[in-house]
């Protein structure tokens, strides 16, 4: 079957450690997003890919980073600088424009 | 810049009653309608989609959605509710043509009582 794969599901980080969320997708999609999910903040974009070897930067960037070196992939990389990390984590893909397809998440916690 | 606006956080309706959760979106040419579904620790499920024709779109699940251009909104709708609806609820829009990056309104719980 088609679709989202994202993993961990659960993914625990320490202070100081870069941590890198998975994104697989079989749908042939051309665009890839990432967003950040906290409580009563709905969905901010984190990156976007709309083609291979390219992305953009989203409303929050700071403190991730991306990379998409294959249409199907395009994993997530938490990084130190990013002072607030817990949240839940979602990946999406869509053949623009029409509607995104989502992953099932990560929630990412920082201990 | 696109954006949108879901009014209400929360909504508490009894089991069997109607529901309407309200939208409105900013954007300045004919935009692209969409509400989703969340379970908790869940992805996000597509529910219904408008991108042009009849403003009145049906959906999955029993849900239907009016696009109101006069209003700019998209307020979803369901005769009669089930426990099982109960779930966090967001409205998209995304842009015609261009860069097509969906954005997404805040969301609306939904909570259901027996």
């Known amino acids: 079957d088609g679709g989202i794969t994202q993993s961990p599901k659960y993914l625990f980080r320490k202070e100081g450690q870069n941590v890198t969320l998975s994104c697989e997708q079989n749908?042939?999609?051309?665009?890839m997003y990432w967003y950040r999910q906290d409580p009563g903040q709905g969905l901010r974009l984190i990156y976007y890919?709309?083609?291979?070897?390219?992305?953009q930067k989203g409303d929050i960037a700071e403190g991730y980073s991306v990379s998409r070196e294959k249409k199907e992939s395009f994993p997530l990389t938490v990084t130190s600088a990013q002072k607030n990390p817990t949240a839940f984590y979602l990946c999406?893909?869509?053949?623009?424009?029409?509607?995104?397809?989502f992953g099932q998440g990560t929630r990412l916690t920082v201990v | 810049a696109q954006s949108v606006t879901q009014p209400d956080i929360h909504i508490t309706v009894s089991e069997g009653a109607s529901l309407e959760l309200r939208c409105n979106y900013s954007?300045?040419?004919?935009?692209?309608l969409f509400w989703y579904v969340q379970s908790p620790g869940q992805g996000l499920q597509l529910l219904l989609k408008?991108?042009?024709?009849?403003?009145l779109v049906q959906g999955i699940k029993g849900f239907e959605a009016e696009f109101k251009r006069s209003q700019s909104s998209f307020n979803l709708r369901k005769p009669s509710v089930h426990w099982s609806d109960a779930a966090e609820y967001f409205c998209?829009?995304?842009?015609?043509?261009?860069?097509?990056?969906?954005?997404f309104g805040r969301g609306t719980s939904l909570i259901v009582h027996p």
């Open positions: 998209a829009v995304g842009a015609e043509g261009g860069s097509y990056i969906p954005t």
């Open positions: 999406a893909s869509s053949m623009t424009p029409i509607e995104a397809f």
């Open positions: 890919s709309q083609i291979v070897n390219d992305f």
């Open positions: 749908l042939n999609h051309d665009a």
């Open positions: 954007y300045g040419a004919t935009p692209y």
């Open positions: 408008y991108f042009s024709g009849d403003t």
